[in-house]
């Protein structure tokens, strides 16, 4: 007999944490286990609709504005109509309700954090009770060790409990050859260097940084381009700030793209210049498409790209390192191409959505 696995979640929208959850149920062994989504906030989202078509089910309850104990009581009711084995929980406030609806159940309840806020803080509330919490928690995971660190320092969560479970991706589509008409639909020559990012327009990520780098690294190299694939609030700030630094020829903003493994497979090099991040899904995508990776060393970046073997991991908000870098990955291409190998095989040891599965069963099993 099958196990029933339900995954919950905030939303099933187009995000990091919710790719993570996709990629997971995908490959999930079918034979074994019957997965479905259960969204807390009324919204299923782009991959909840691709997940129905698929055959899953994906439903959502209506979360009311604070504590909503009505929905402890719906999901409830949801674990013993349809006799779920394992509650999977996504970030700390599915987490909440999904441990309370469980209570008094069979269900077994798992809570994985996908990142933190920035800037962390402790809430005196959560260093209270996360304890007891645990106690009634099977297995609490974490996506990087920082993750983990930031889970025991800030929530108080035993450190015995928590097991790092790293992101994994499918990644059939990013070993498809380069497709030349990228550039020419950018209007970017095949000469030209082309750094690129892809990431949410968002102060968080801090784009400015690579910006002001291309100012720079133009002057050595001045067929250089920077591709910003995404979109969000920063979008026309973003915009200014490439005009203020007479760069805006230089910079291409592609908007929201559901197709970004067409656009790694035309950068050079793959930049990441974030204040905060988790185990960042665009660093996954880069090294399955063999980019040497530039990422400040926030987070788990340092987890995920080896500093000076698969990239380099630099100061926050410091520009002049990061032209630095660039500029010596352009003069030593082998250097490039040695470090976009290592990279490919780094991910195919560690971060491909099957390992993330197999480590999720194991728990599943047990």
Sequence with gaps: MKKRIVHVTFDMGIGGA??????????????AYEVSVLCTDQHIGAFGIQLQKKGYCVEAMS???????????????YILSRKIDVLHCHQYTPYIYGLFGAALTPCKVIFTEHGRFYPDRRKLKRVIVNPFLSLMTAYITAISSATRDALIRFENFPSRKIKVVYNGISDAKYRLPRDTNVRKSLGISENAYILGTVARLDPIKNQKMMIKALKIVRRSFPETFLIIVGDGPERETLKNFASELQV???VVFTG???????????????????FSEG???????????????IATNVGGNPEIVRDRETGFVIPGDNEEILAEKIIYLFEEKSMREKMGQAGR?????????????????????K
């Excluded at 979360?63 to 009711?77: E, N, V």
């Excluded at 929201?256 to 974030?274: A, G, K, Q, V």
């Excluded at 095989?345 to 099993?365: D, G, L, S, V």
Aim: hydrophobic fraction near 35%; include cysteine.
């Design 279 to 293: 185990t960042a899904m665009t660093l996954l995508e880069a090294m399955a498409s063999c980019l040497p990776c």
């Design 248 to 250: 805006s020829s230089h």
């Design 345 to 365: 095989r780094r991910f195919e040891e560690n971060f491909t959505a099957k390992k993330m599965a197999e480590a999720y069963q194991e728990m599943y099993k």
């Design 63 to 77: 979360r009311k504005p604070g504590f909503d104990f009505s929905l402890i009581k719906k999901i409830h009711d």
């Design 256 to 274: 929201f793209r559901e197709d970004t493994h067409l656009f790694y497979r035309n950068m050079d090099m793959f930049l990441l210049t974030s």
């Design 18 to 31: 919710e790719q993570v959850i996709y990629n997971l149920i995908e490959n999930t062994d079918s034979s």
